[in-house]
């Protein structure tokens, strides 16, 4: 009987050490993601993706449940008339940006050119300038997410693309001939009678600019300590496409046009070719991103348009 008893205790100390482990991995896999949006996504709040008008950016939901509360730091909800952002105070950078794009947003204004701080931002987080990004010593352009030509209705419209909480350090290479020729794209298909829901945004962290390789972009303040600006590894974007028309959500099918492509944000990587070559499907921006997309839609269709990969 003592022999059967150590060996009951020996099982059962393996057993609970193992249940032990598991649970503080667990614990530890988790807090990588603590307060990100990825954590969030966990947890997604139906709350956050519902109300949202028809042709509002985030009337399919909103992707990584971002809100507009100083507490909500690396997923602060911006709502602007002319785009919505989840910015990110740690990286200071967009997580993503959503817009809407049809022919009446596209129109004669001229392109306004004036960079700026995004003074909506809360008063006690800093504000990215202009000259940050400082291209002579980094080599990165302050890259669109939501383009100035995508917003040419009005001059104050086009303006309002040009805030800093809507630029990412972007390779020339990828912004001025991948990234404007997958633009291009979206402006064309939309001429031709569509109109389109649209995420963009950075993933990972270092790219290869005219300077060579970063992982950040330091902003010296005032007192002495350094902020860092991420420099992404990849930039992304989503295209859901319809033909022009009004009850946008019972319209979408599994024969819907829907464009993911993430491209390397690196020197070179145009070089093969243009964005025809980073087409991924939803699910892969997805899976490295943490966010869930078109979230109003029923899960069956939302599975399929997004396990698919569509080229052109």
Not at 1 to 10: I, T
Not at 68 to 88: A, D, G, H, P, W
Request: hydrophobic share 35%; proline share 4%; with cysteine.
């Amino acid at each position: 009987m003592k022999c059967e008893s150590k060996l009951f205790l020996k099982i059962n100390s393996r057993f609970l050490f193992a249940i032990l482990f598991i649970v503080i991995c667990l614990c530890g896999c988790r807090s990588l993601f603590a307060n990100s949006p990825a954590e969030n996504q966990l947890c997604s709040n139906v709350d956050l993706d519902i109300g949202h008008t028809e042709n509002s950016p985030l009337y399919f939901g909103n992707p990584s449940d971002a809100q507009n509360s100083v507490e909500s730091e690396q997923n602060y909800l911006m709502e602007k008339t002319q785009f919505t952002i989840s910015y990110n105070n740690q990286t200071l950078n967009p997580n993503w940006v959503a817009w809407h794009l049809s022919k009446s947003d596209l129109g004669d204004a001229d392109r306004m050119d004036n960079f700026r701080a995004d003074t909506e931002l809360p008063k006690n987080w800093y504000a990215v300038r202009k000259n940050d990004y400082k291209f002579t010593a980094y080599g990165f352009d302050r890259g669109h997410v939501c383009p100035s030509a995508d917003r040419t209705a009005t001059k104050e419209d086009n303006s309002i693309t040009f805030l800093m909480t809507n630029m990412v350090p972007q390779s020339p290479d990828n912004n001025r001939i991948v990234w404007v020729a997958l633009e291009k794209f979206e402006r064309d298909e939309v001429l031709k009678g569509k109109e389109a829901y649209i995420f963009a945004g950075p993933l990972g962290v270092g790219g290869t600019g005219d300077k060579g390789y970063f992982e950040s972009i330091p902003v010296s303040q005032k007192d002495g300590s350094e902020l860092l600006i991420t420099v992404p590894a990849f930039t992304w974007k989503i295209i859901l496409f319809l033909p022009e028309d009004v009850d946008d959500i019972s319209r979408v099918n599994a024969d819907c046009e829907v464009l993911a492509v993430c491209v390397p944000n690196e020197k070179g990587c145009g070089k093969n070719g243009s964005w025809q070559q980073y087409v991924c499907s939803i699910n892969y921006i997805e899976e490295k991103t943490g966010y869930d997309f078109f979230e109003l839609l029923p899960d069956d269709l939302e599975e399929e348009i997004e396990n698919r990969v569509l080229t052109w």
